[in-house]
């Protein structure tokens, strides 16, 4: 059997580097090149010592045409701004693509779905394994206790996270709100300061912690009368999600056109 050729989008990055490593050690896969962005340090590096590795041959391009070209599929953790344009490039070009990354605006996101009908993408909040077991379980528990059970998200990432809250924790948060039938725009409270009244019934509160270097901690609490059910997710290591990724990669290859999620690659 052929190995996949994938690309990583975003070589330069910790999460880029971590997948370098797990593509170069899974059986099946190979490298097929990196992207950094206009001006990184990294551009000309090879890969492989810029994860750590040994020499392997490629220099880290910031030409997403030839990367994407070069490969079967690409997998894509960089910034919302720059994610529009490579799922863009990945289209033109017939490539699947994975997307970890989050927080996209409005644009981005038609940009990304505008994408999808020409090329399969997986486009996933959090690629590991336990986080998607925790959103069906969430929109288990949502569905059964109901909107009398109060629900708040508190999650806690490594100083140097740019948004709040967090991709997954708002992904959760949607896993809640469609189990109950509500638009998660209307329920969302992202945010408490001040003299704020009383809780909204029905609404799902987030907390955003930042500190140190947590890789990712997730909880939902469901507060009911007397009682609370407390759901909690605690990533230790990186390495789960560029598992995940690179599963994700494999499997998406040979796949229609369209949006899809890490339910789909896992089977969930």
């Not at 529009?84 to 996209?104: D, F």
Request: net charge neutral; with cysteine; glycine share 14%.
């Amino acid at each position: 059997m052929a190995e996949t050729r994938i690309a990583v989008i975003g070589c330069a990055g910790r999460m880029g580097r971590m997948l370098v490593r797990e593509i170069v050690g899974t059986d099946g896969c190979a490298l097929a090149g990196g992207l950094a962005k206009p001006g990184s340090a990294a551009l000309g590096q090879d890969l492989g010592e810029l994860a750590g590795l040994r020499r392997l041959g490629l220099a880290a391009s910031d030409d997403a045409n030839q990367v994407l070209r070069d490969s079967d599929v690409g997998i894509e953790f960089t910034t919302a701004g720059a994610t529009a344009e490579h799922a863009q490039v990945a289209a033109r070009h017939g490539k699947p693509l994975v997307i970890g990354t989050t927080a996209l605006e409005e644009r981005e996101e038609r940009a990304v779905r505008d994408a999808a009908t020409r090329v399969p993408i997986v486009w996933a909040a959090n690629t590991s394994l336990g986080i998607n077991l925790l959103l069906g379980l969430v929109a288990q528990v949502a569905k059964r206790l109901g909107p009398e059970w109060d629900v708040e998200i508190v999650e806690m990432h490594h100083r140097a996270k740019v948004d709040a809250p967090s991709g997954t924790a708002l992904a959760l948060g949607r896993a809640a709100a469609d189990a109950r039938g509500v638009l998660f725009e209307e329920v969302a409270q992202r945010g408490r300061d001040g003299i704020t009244g009383p809780r909204r019934p029905g609404a799902i509160g987030f907390a955003a912690l930042r500190g140190g270097d947590a890789v990712g901690d997730h909880s939902v609490i469901f507060a009911g009368m007397g009682e609370r059910l407390e759901l909690t997710h605690r990533a230790t290591n990186r390495a789960i999600y560029s598992t995940g990724a690179v599963r994700a990669a494999q499997w998406l290859v040979g796949r229609p056109p369209g949006l899809y999620g890490m339910n789909d690659v896992l089977g969930l």
